[in-house]
């Protein structure tokens, strides 16, 4: 009875044993180990997972097709690897990826189309477009000269509020509606200022001042001339407190001070990275080469290619680069440039749909129909 249960115990405990050496071997090569049969011992690889929008793209390694996204490449001797993703109809995305012993290298690759849709939003006319601070929406202008009869009441001052995950068209959310009309002043050439929570809008009209609430008509706007200075102030302050808030969040001493001394601060929609320009003393002369991304949670600066002006895409992995006559879209490390659009546009006003999906700029062709600038949309899908 004694030697029967001792057998017992042994092939249990045995039994354990190879379970637990099982378990712990699987999880060992699925961390990238395999067994070299050349040098008769088990080395260390790494892993590379590779998802893209859209998916079952080509992958190249070192300029071989080797899979399609979405998928995991495993047991890949650690070294510097070219990655090139292709599908038919979007710009290829290509980098240079460091492969490390026992580790997964992730990479999430958004692919933008090679001819991208444009089409119109408004056609009225639109002037002086101003992005709002959340960047959930944005106030323009329809001066209204060449509107006739009921058309000439759309004059004045609109705010097209965007909405994410739905068609323009079919969103009633993301319609633009008019928060005032020219029968209380003359805003064809106003001058509009948003609030620092993005609620209010400042019409200047000469030397009148109108506040206007951005969710509704309104009939009878104040004009808060007298007390404008004051506005201002307290607008100012607000935006002061909400950035020094945002600075002190910076963990990185290094980091801190940097966009503590920028003049040129922005930050992702998701505050993990900001972009800012290097202070003075450490800039080049050329200034358009002095715009960094600094990565709060890798602790790294990327330099990125020079524009006119730089704005993110609330992705917060992209960067919008605007040039002379064309729009760009780069990773959040420089590279992987793609030009978007080429051609004419307002080049201080391209805002980018919440959902990254689309930007939204002003632009005109030189036809008799289509003379005015107006909004169009570029879809990035």
């Keep these: 009875m004694i030697k029967t249960m001792s057998k017992r115990f042994i092939i249990t405990i045995v039994t354990l044993v190879i379970i637990a050496i099982a378990a712990g071997a699987a999880i060992f090569f699925a961390k990238g180990y395999t067994f070299s049969t050349k040098e008769k011992r088990i080395v260390g690889t790494g892993i590379i997972t590779i998802t893209s929008q859209p998916d079952s ?50 990479l999430k690759i958004t692919l933008f189309p090679a001819i991208p849709t444009i089409y119109p939003l408004t056609f009225n006319g639109v002037s002086n477009p101003v992005l709002s601070p959340d960047e959930t929406k944005f106030a323009y202008i329809v001066a209204g000269a060449n509107l006739t009869g009921s058309a000439a009441k759309k004059a004045g001052v609109w705010i097209w509020t965007m909405s994410n995950n739905q068609p323009i068209a079919f969103t009633r959310s993301s319609e633009p509606h008019q928060i005032a009309t020219n029968s209380i002043a003359d805003f064809s050439k106003a001058a509009l200022r948003w609030s620092a929570d993005s609620k209010q809008i400042l019409a200047t009209v ?39 808030l945002s600075i002190q969040s910076i963990k990185d001493a290094k980091f801190k001070k940097i966009a503590s001394d920028s003049a040129f601060l922005r930050w992702s929609p998701d505050a993990t990275r900001f972009m800012a320009r290097l202070p003075d003393g450490q800039a080049k002369k050329d ?54 659009y080429a051609g004419s546009f307002l080049d201080d006003f391209v805002v980018p749909w919440p959902d990254s999906s689309r930007l939204v700029i002003v632009s005109s062709f030189p036809t008799p129909t289509a003379s005015e600038p107006n909004l169009y949309g570029i879809n990035l899908r």
Excluded at 91 to 96: A, V
Excluded at 308 to 318: A, C, E, G, R, V
Excluded at 325 to 336: A, E, M, R, T, Y
């Design 57 to 106: 793209a080509s992958v190249f390694i070192d300029g071989h097709l080797t899979t399609a996204t979405n998928a995991t490449i495993s047991s890949l001797a650690p070294k510097d690897y070219s990655i090139k993703v292709v599908k038919e109809g979007f710009i290829p995305w290509e980098k240079q990826v460091s492969v490390k012993e026992g580790l997964v290298s992730e």
């Design 287 to 340: 200034t358009s080469l002095d715009i960094r991304v600094y990565d709060l949670d890798e602790g790294k600066d990327y330099l990125l290619p020079s524009a006119k002006f730089y704005n993110w895409l609330p992705d917060s992995k992209h960067i919008i680069l605007i040039e002379e006559k064309s729009i760009s879209l780069v990773d959040f490390d420089g590279s992987n440039k793609a030009v978007i």
């Design 206 to 244: 000469g030397e009148n001042n109108y506040l206007l609430d951005a969710d509704k008509l309104n009939e009878n706007p104040k004009d808060i001339t007298p007390m404008l200075s004051a506005t201002l102030k307290s607008w100012e302050d607000d935006k002061k407190v909400k950035d020094e």
